[in-house]
């Protein structure tokens, strides 16, 4: 569907990328309405295609939490 959606991939790294990443990327490629938000110090990668609704984190995922425990 074209609702508002947010993919908040946690951690994936380039090993098993057809598991989450692959398919988060896709969904957010088919849907205009979508952010990809991708969270891990080195493989933070956004596709050229998606990157003008794509949000890399390239930061320790449990300081990020930690920060988010903070704001919410």
Do not use: C, Q, W
């Amino acid at each position: 569907s074209n609702k508002k959606t947010v993919y908040l991939e946690l951690g994936v790294g380039k090993m098993t990328p057809m598991f989450i990443k692959d398919p988060f990327i896709d969904f957010t490629h088919e849907n205009p309405n979508s952010t990809y938000i991708p969270v891990n110090p080195k493989d933070a990668i956004v596709p050229k295609a998606i990157e003008n609704r794509s949000i890399p984190v390239r930061y320790d995922i449990g300081k990020v939490m930690s920060d988010l425990k903070k704001i919410i």
